[in-house]
């Protein structure tokens, strides 16, 4: 079954600073992505970056870069130069076939905080 | 932009009342979801559908159902609501892949 871990359930880090949150996956399936959702206190789920197990490069979106290494089964969120407007849950996701359709399994989350 | 909106952002219900969370996406999306979030466990997958009439049960059915009678709306529901579903439910909708999510809807069961 594929499993998704978050093992930081909170950071706090000083504003600019760049931060790391973990993730590491479990799947047996050859092909599949990996998603960052970011959550800010108004409840909404933010899309920030996605990378496919057969990319060759580590994603990045702005301030975001996915540090992805496939052999220890880790995708680290890195924000670069955090701000204040960073603090919010992140979740990391994976795609996964279920029953012949596509899913997402989820993380428990990591609750990040910028201190000014 | 695509837009899913769900029904209600705040619902208070009594335990044993039936109770309907809707959810609607524009974009045409064969793929629907509903998740609920609770502190500490993240997102757990309660159901989804991959085409009008078809539903799979997620990680967590019990006490849920799901009606999908056109393709832009997913509804879950809960028969008679407990108090160990009062949570945060998402809805979302998806082509293959990310997910677009709604705004959510808190809901309390006293």
């Known amino acids: 079954a594929q499993k998704i871990t978050q093992t930081q359930p909170g950071m706090f880090v000083q504003e600019k600073e760049a931060v790391t949150l973990d993730c590491t996956y479990d799947t047996s399936d050859p092909s599949y992505g990996l998603f960052w959702y970011k959550q800010p206190s108004s409840g909404e789920m933010i899309f920030l970056i996605y990378?496919?197990?057969?990319?060759?490069q580590n994603a990045t979106e702005g301030r975001y870069s996915l540090n992805f290494q496939k052999a220890r089964k880790s995708a680290n969120l890195v924000i670069s130069a955090s701000q204040l407007g960073d603090s919010a849950m992140y979740f990391c996701?994976?795609?996964?076939?279920?029953?012949?359709?596509?899913?997402?399994?989820f993380g428990q989350g990591t609750r990040l905080t910028i201190n000014p | 932009d695509v837009k899913v909106t769900q029904s209600s952002r705040y619902l208070v219900k009594r335990t044993g009342e039936k109770v309907f969370l809707e959810c609607v996406q524009d974009?045409?999306?064969?793929?629907m979801f509903w998740y609920r979030q609770d502190p500490g466990l993240g997102l757990r997958l309660i159901y989804f559908?991959?085409?009008?009439?078809?539903?799979e049960k997620g990680d967590i059915p019990e006490g849920y159902s799901v009606s999908r009678e056109k393709k832009e709306r997913f509804s879950l529901i809960l028969e008679s609501a407990s108090t160990n579903q009062t949570s945060m439910y998402l809805c979302a909708s998806s082509p293959s892949g990310e997910l677009f999510f709604g705004e959510g809807s808190r809901l309390t069961v006293l």
């Open positions: 974009m045409d999306h064969e793929n």
């Open positions: 990378q496919g197990s057969y990319d060759q």
């Open positions: 559908s991959y085409d009008v009439k078809m539903k």
């Open positions: 996701a994976m795609r996964a076939l279920y029953q012949g359709a596509q899913k997402l399994v």
